[in-house]
């Protein structure tokens, strides 16, 4: 959590839009990014005074996205979201895009995508993985997810493929 010596961002006098507490929210695919792309852009932006949120490994993976997070997007002004080929396997990833999506819509939380080893195009058409990952959620036919939550999600992808972001590829 903050430290004393941490520095609250200050927003806007709106009083529907929270306090910012975060500069910036990473949201990514663990198993994919962590231990890489993640950790060297976390320490960089550590390094330069910027106040970052990046889950912790201790949250429960399966469960509903927790309230913890939910008010981290909340509180934060930028989220870098570091789209990678597995990322929409992920329910909790995708949980956290689709309120990522929606703060962006309605409380101006400004969003960085960072399209690690996929093609932006295949998140608004939902090809390759993506569509796999899709397919594997609808097999799984998990009764926590609805085909509602489902459109939600897609939404969610197809409108981060759209904006401009960072392409990172093997070289």
Request: with cysteine.
């Amino acid at each position: 959590m903050a430290s004393t010596s941490t520095q609250i961002v200050s927003s806007s006098s709106s009083s529907s839009t929270p306090p910012r507490r975060y500069d910036v929210f990473l949201s990514f695919y663990g198993k994919d990014t962590r231990k890489s792309f993640t950790d060297h852009l976390y320490t960089a932006l550590i390094q330069k005074g910027i106040i970052v949120f990046r889950d912790d490994e201790k949250l429960e993976r399966g469960k509903t996205i927790s309230k913890e997070l939910i008010k981290a997007i909340q509180e934060s002004m930028y989220a870098i979201v570091i789209i990678s080929p597995n990322y929409a396997s992920s329910r909790w990833c995708l949980i956290e895009l689709a309120k990522i999506v929606e703060c962006m819509k309605y409380s101006g939380l400004k969003v960085m995508p960072i399209f690690y080893h996929v093609d932006p195009s295949h998140l608004r058409n939902q090809k390759g993985t993506f569509a796999k990952a899709f397919g594997r959620h609808k097999k799984e036919k998990d009764p926590k997810i609805d085909i509602n939550e489902m459109q939600i999600w897609r939404a969610a992808l197809r409108e981060v493929g759209n904006i401009s972001g960072w392409h990172v590829h093997d070289r």
